[in-house]
């Protein structure tokens, strides 16, 4: 049998989705949204924390299981019962056919016996339809409420008790009449139970007025009374006359088919009668393929009819259809409804200044009255014909709902306008139209009124799309009205002001010189620079660099205030790393070059641990040999009668064995060791796998103390200091005061006298020899070179084996060294080319370089060039910048060659508006 799953879906929204997918395949509903005492729960919740104690059948199986879940989701002690129920009924409903299948991986019981019948009962698992009577279990919700609903099928279901709201004193009885006992009548009295209704509103004092208690009836006599002992009911005890019960039968179309439908009749002919429509007669003349036009054309013929109704009816589907088709709507296709666009939208001069205007195409608009448009070539004086209009409607006055109305189809229709110019062909399509640049500078031209700023805003939009199509010149009607939307306190407005003038002349082959701009806006605009804002930051940047590349503004700009561009300048250099990615890297640093490793010759056994070695027997010997001697190493070997050779020469004495089988023990001894032959002119047989051990050890594995004595002779020693490891002294001690005693004996010939000390001539000189020894004069004291000679030796031969490795520059590699380098990452194009604020802020600075190269010369102050003046303070800052910045690092570097260098050599220009567009220097 294969291993359930038993896996849960960690992802809340896959979770879902899964059971959705289950749901869907097994053909229940699913509730993505379960509810529980109207709030929502987490489905994903509820089934970890079910599945958590077992699931389904183990938290049905043991009681007030369900209940405990309750407050996991934050639901109080009220109406804990009833929410028990309905939080059960959630998990059968939705996930207990879902665990049964994906957790448990067994199937689950059909939804006849699951999810079509109440949650009442547990051991899901086992519910078959032969063990399970389905009409048995018809159980209502009402009836199964409770913690207990499906907590075992033996239980019976209760109704949920009444919650205790409020305090119940003993003395409240009497304010509270329906929560006294029922008062137990005498032995003497039958009881009559009360036939009035079981529930009646009480009414407090504080609802209405207060209702005296009825008065006790006054009984003459004691056998008339019932409260008294004497009372004889046995002979008055009359029981009450049972009530006769009137049925009357309820019509339903179950009952009676006909009553309902009788009924409506006689309803719709009580009605008067709708006379017919005169078109209902001409319907069956019109053939049954003609479905009319499409709501396009109906749109188009609607705003072109002149009806107020049907141009309502097209406005308000062409804003839709503007909006979701834009891609596909072009007016190529639909003639004339660009110039019922335009004649829509101009009609709000006639609403603000009471003027309409009258289109003309004639191509002579002279003897024309002012309020005409010339749509043909375009109005001449465009701009003095708008200041004769006064405006009709102050900010003060309120709007008339005709106002309102009108004012908002003008609307409309500006927005379908503004629309379906995002589309690139019909931003091309209108801006052949004379008529539509007459437009836009009378939109541009409305008062600052915030009932029609809506309306101008989709105008300015409109600007921002088609500007690059027209090559304007400075005195320009359009380009003059956009000029003072460059101070206004409408972010939105003045954003696009600043687009459609930097996109003016983009795609002709004209370029357009930004000339004419008070110098109160452009100080304006330098401020603007200081704002957190990325739009309005990068559209100001792009406006102030088409103004800079113009020498003109730059000379009026230092003529009149000076001091402006020294702090632009500051600000632009702070913008250059704008928002950049930070990444560090590491760079290896120069590594020391390592000189070659000198190669170890094989170690000679002192004489104790040779005598060691001899207490072992053949091939014993030769392993412990050759553990004192070699050590594994993959990439080196040892010719075969080196190795031998050297054992020979210490043990010919004690019967070696013979060569073959010390080979073949090399190979036993190491297990990277392996006996070869390398073909060549002359066969080199060698071990591959060992060399010698540059520290030679014991028998038991502990290092010796080797001498360092360098045995060269004096007038033979290398020129730069070096020692050649052959001419060191071979001799290996196993303890520190044998090595110091041969030194005294062997090298500097100092006799031993028979009780163990050393007496020195004292006439003699020596000359200390141990390798890298830093004195150079001879030892002449007796009392020295003892001290002397226990200096070189160190304390442990662990100590001295580190020396021998450094010695020979056998040591490990050390961790490369690493600085960390933090590059500079600024916003880059599509096509990897910079872009965004930092790109413009070089572009900007690189302007003002170049036109103080070429026409600084006036501003010169005490021979100090005006591109030191001002960049002098920032050239840290740059350098800075192109020593971080990847992405900037050649703007900035021609930037700081312009810098330096003042008008030399030919520097190189772009295209127009391109990468890499220097700007116009005139």
């Known amino acids: 049998m294969a291993e359930p799953p038993r896996k849960i879906i960690e ?134 409420m409770g913690d207990g609903a499906g907590e075992s099928q033996e239980e019976e279901q209760l109704t949920p008790k009444r919650e205790k709201m409020e305090s119940e004193e003993p003395g409240s009885a009497s304010r509270y009449p329906t929560r006294q006992l029922r008062q137990d009548p005498k032995r003497t009295q039958i009881f009559q139970p009360d036939t009035g209704p079981s529930r009646t509103r009480t009414v407090r004092a504080t609802d209405s007025p207060s209702v005296p208690p009825p008065t006790q009836p006054i009984y003459t006599s004691a056998s008339v009374d019932p409260r008294s002992s004497g009372f004889d009911w046995f002979d008055k005890y009359e029981p009450r006359q049972p009530v006769a019960l009137t049925l009357r039968q309820v019509q339903t179309p179950g009952n009676d088919p006909l009553y309902y439908p009788r009924k409506a009749q006689a309803k719709a002919m009580a009605m008067p009668r709708v006379p017919p429509e005169p078109q209902q007669f001409l319907r069956q003349a019109i053939p049954a393929g003609m479905t009319g036009p499409n709501i396009y054309l109906r749109c188009l013929y609607g705003l072109r009819s002149g009806v107020q109704e049907e141009q309502d009816f097209a406005l308000h589907h062409l804003v839709k259809v503007s909006y979701e088709r834009g891609d596909k709507y072009k007016f190529e296709g639909f003639p004339f409804l660009a110039e019922s666009l335009l004649e829509k939208a101009l009609e709000i001069t006639q609403l603000i200044y009471g003027v309409k205007w009258e289109i003309s195409y004639d191509e002579d608009d002279e003897g024309q009255p ?113 000029l003072p939307y460059l101070e206004s306190e409408d972010r939105s407005m003045l954003i696009s002001a600043l687009r459609s003038i930097n996109r003016i002349a983009l795609d002709t082959p004209d370029v357009h010189r930004l000339t004419d701009v008070p110098l109160s806006t452009i100080e304006r605009l330098f401020s603007l620079t200081l704002l957190d804002d990325n739009e309005l930051l990068e559209t100001t940047l792009d406006f102030l660099y088409a103004y800079t590349a113009i020498p003109e503004n730059n000379t009026e700009l230092l003529s009149t205030v000076f001091h402006l561009l020294p702090n632009l300048i500051t600000r632009l250099t702070s913008l250059l790393l704008y928002q950049s990615i930070k990444q560090e890297e590491k760079v290896l640093s120069q590594p020391t070059p390592r000189s070659q490793t000198a190669p170890a010759s094989i170690p000679i056994v002192p004489p104790e641990v040779h005598a060691h070695l001899m207490q072992f027997v053949e091939p014993e010997r030769s392993s412990r040999w050759l553990r004192c001697c070699f050590e594994e190493s993959l990439v080196d070997d040892i010719t075969q009668i080196a190795i031998w050779q050297a054992y020979q020469g210490k043990f010919a004495q004690n019967n070696p064995i013979p060569a073959a089988e010390f080979i073949k023990n090399v190979s036993n001894t190491f297990v990277a060791a392996q006996a070869q032959v390398i073909n060549g002119p002359t066969p080199r047989f060698i071990i591959k796998g060992i060399k010698p051990r540059r520290v030679a050890v014991d028998v038991q594995g502990r290092p010796l103390f080797r001498c360092m004595w360098d045995m060269t002779q004096p007038n033979v020693q290398d020129p730069s200091g070096r020692v050649n490891p052959r001419n060191i002294c071979p001799v290996w001690q196993t303890k520190r005061e044998r090595l110091w005693e041969h030194i005294m004996t062997e090298h500097l010939k100092i006799e031993k006298t028979p009780d163990g000390r050393f007496h020195p001539k004292g006439c003699e000189d020596w000359i200390c020899r141990w390798t890298h020894c830093g004195r150079r004069s001879p030892i002449t004291k007796t009392s020295e070179i003892g001290p002397h000679m226990r200096m070189h030796i160190p304390q442990t031969a662990v100590e001295q084996s580190k020396l021998i490795h450094e010695l020979a520059n056998d040591v490990k590699d050390s961790d490369p060294i690493h600085m960390k380098h933090e590059w500079h990452y600024t916003a880059m194009d599509a096509t990897n080319h910079p872009c965004g604020i930092p790109w413009m802020s070089v572009m900007i600075l690189r302007n003002v370089a170049r036109y103080a190269n070429k026409h600084g010369q006036p501003f010169e102050k005490d021979g100090v060039r005006l591109n030191e003046r001002l960049f002098g303070a920032h050239k840290y800052s740059l350098f800075h910048v192109l020593s971080v910045s990847r992405t900037l690092r050649d703007y900035v570097n021609d930037l700081l060659k312009m810098i330096d260098v003042a008008g030399i050599g030919e520097e190189k220009r772009g295209v127009k508006r391109e990468h890499g567009d220097e700007g116009d220097d005139g």
Do not use: C
Not at 13 to 41: L, M, Y
Not at 431 to 456: C, G, M, N, W
């Open 11 to 144: 992802d809340e929204e896959e979770f879902i989705n899964d059971v959705a997918a289950f749901h869907e395949k097994r053909g229940t509903t699913f509730d993505r949204d379960a509810k529980v005492s109207g709030r929502p729960i987490s489905l994903h919740k509820l089934y970890k924390l079910v599945m958590e104690r077992g699931g389904y059948d183990a938290v049905s199986a043991e009681r007030m299981q369900w209940r405990s879940l309750v407050s996991k989701f934050g639901f109080g002690k009220t109406h804990e019962a009833v929410m028990t129920f309905q939080l059960k009924t959630v998990y059968y409903r939705n996930l207990a056919a879902y665990e049964i299948a994906t957790y448990w991986g067994e199937e689950p019981p059909p939804k006849e016996i699951l999810e079509d019948i109440s949650a009442r009962g547990g051991d899901l698992r086992k519910r078959t339809l032969d063990n399970y009577a389905v009409g048995n279990l018809r159980h209502t919700v009402d009836g199964s």
């Open 370 to 482: 002012v309020n005409t448009l010339n749509a043909a070539l375009g109005t001449s004086n465009l701009l003095e014909r708008i200041r004769t209009a006064a405006p009709e409607v102050t900010e003060k006055e309120l709007e008339t709902a005709d106002f309102a109305t009108r004012l908002e189809k003008m609307k409309e229709a500006v927005l379908v306008l503004r629309n379906m110019v995002i589309l690139e062909e019909n931003a091309l399509f209108m801006s052949r139209f004379p008529l539509f640049k007459d437009f836009l500078t009378v939109a541009a031209s409305l008062p600052h009124q915030p009932r029609i700023a809506e309306y101008k805003q989709s105008a300015l939009e409109i600007t921002e799309q088609v500007t690059r199509y027209w090559s304007l010149k400075p005195r320009d009607p359009l380009y003059l009205s956009l």
